[in-house]
């Protein structure tokens, strides 16, 4: 399956502070990228659809100033969480979707990297 | 937007028991169905798929059946063992929708 990779794996930041999590596609360029949180035993919510070049989709209830999305290329997406707060504290995924119906590829299936863990103290 | 019910949250089972999860949609123009497999900690894999032109798929230990007129599909695991335990997710739709999740035990 595709490759994609999630950067750091775990954080801890100062309350106040902004932490950036990076998301990348290893060996397939992505216009679209997806980012999720998830809280222990919980289910994965989405909170925005990011797009290469342009404004990203953010889900309701989702602060868009507070967690702040760039895709700016094909095989990047960002996640800053700015202003950190304890409740912030979480694990993200980002996930991405290759293109086209090409072996090994399926055309919708999504492949998530391997997660971060944010912890705000 | 869509709405995804997963069924049952917690399943335990007895090593070489089958194990099923259910799963039902809302949005009836969704044509994509993935089940995700996530141990602790990791990131959710996906273990198989079923598109809406057919009705079950099956891979090895692992099978998944459709009812787009009943609008539900669900995940079967035959001969379970101690490495299945995790978490399964069900998703709907090209920008998925996940299910609440079933956390599936599994006894030696």
């Known amino acids: 399956g595709a490759v994609v990779s999630q950067h750091p794996s775990r954080v801890i930041c100062k309350s106040g502070t902004s932490v950036k999590i990076e998301c990348r596609s290893l060996?397939?360029?992505?216009?679209?990228m997806f980012w999720y949180r998830q809280f222990p035993k919980k289910s994965l919510m989405l909170m925005a659809t990011?797009?290469?070049?342009?404004?990203?989709?953010?889900e309701q209830g989702v602060e868009k100033d507070k967690f702040l999305i760039n895709h700016a290329s094909l095989t990047l997406s960002t996640l800053t969480v700015t202003s950190a707060h304890p409740e912030d504290s979480s694990f993200y995924l980002c996930?991405?979707?290759?293109?086209?119906?090409?072996?090994?590829?399926?055309?919708?299936?999504?492949?998530f990297g391997e997660g971060s863990w944010l912890t705000v103290v | 937007g869509e709405n995804v019910e997963q069924h049952p949250s917690t399943l335990s089972v007895q090593e070489g028991d089958s194990a099923v999860i259910k799963c039902t949609y809302s949005?009836?123009?969704?044509?994509?169905f993935p089940w995700y497999k996530q141990e602790l900690g990791k990131r959710p894999q996906l273990i198989i798929d079923?598109?809406?032109?057919?009705g079950e798929k099956k891979d090895q230990r692992i099978a998944v059946t459709l009812n787009k007129t009943a609008k539900h599909f669900s995940l079967h695991i035959t001969e379970t063992q101690p490495e299945d335990s995790a978490v399964y997710f069900c998703?709907?739709?090209?920008?998925?929708?996940f299910g609440r999740g079933t956390s599936l035990i599994v006894h030696p």
């Open positions: 949005d009836s123009a969704s044509n994509y």
């Open positions: 060996d397939f360029q992505a216009t679209t």
């Open positions: 998703a709907a739709s090209r920008i998925p929708t």
């Open positions: 996930s991405a979707r290759p293109p086209g119906t090409a072996f090994p590829y399926s055309g919708n299936t999504i492949y």
């Open positions: 990011s797009n290469e070049g342009s404004k990203a989709t953010y």
């Open positions: 079923i598109r809406s032109n057919v």
